[in-house]
């Protein structure tokens, strides 16, 4: 399993493997297609390096790595960013690393499936960022995309029936739908009474959304 690395001109996402529980080797392969640059979190990278793809960048404290399955030409091809920063995890580590080097988004994998606790950091931390990069956190069962407030407004084509979740970080006020089946119209979600999960695109077609303040992710969910 490798990249491709068609595109160095940063036009495409990057691709961070983080250090949660494995998404499936089609999920993998399919990012790895478009995605030309890849970043490992130090404590993924062995389990990266089995699976044979080819690695940019490692970032992280490096207290505990191995790379016994690398030859000496590859470690020589790895930028190998040493970050001790005990304030941040090595997901914001790598997402501000990406953001200091001029790209313009990046889908996130291994960031659930293993420690709760960890997974909804990895969501907290990819909210922190939104306003700065477009990331997208991927697993077998779901994507997760951070929306931007108005001015902004998300549009993507969905098929009929695919499951679509609005669930807020924070308040989120005015939001508006089409495309839904059940849209909202200047609705607001205030935590924890309401939120938007499990709804669902009613035809083949554009679903967009748009709202005034707060901090919402769209997650399209596979069963």
Known sequence: MSSHHFVRDKQEPALIIANGADCSNEVLNQLLEWNPFVLVLDGALDRVLMKGIKVDAVIGDFDSINVSRLSVE???????????????????????YLLDNGHKAANIVWSTGKRLDHSHNNLITVAKYSTSIALCVIDDHSKAHMLQPKPAKFNKYFTAESIISLLPLTDVKGIETSGLKFNLHQEDFILPERTGSSNEAETDGIVEIRFDSGILFLMECFD
Do not use: A, F, H, P
């Open 74 to 96: 590859d470690e020589q091809n790895i930028e190998w960013l040493v970050m001790e920063d005990q304030d941040s995890t090595d997901l914001e580590k790598g997402i501000r």
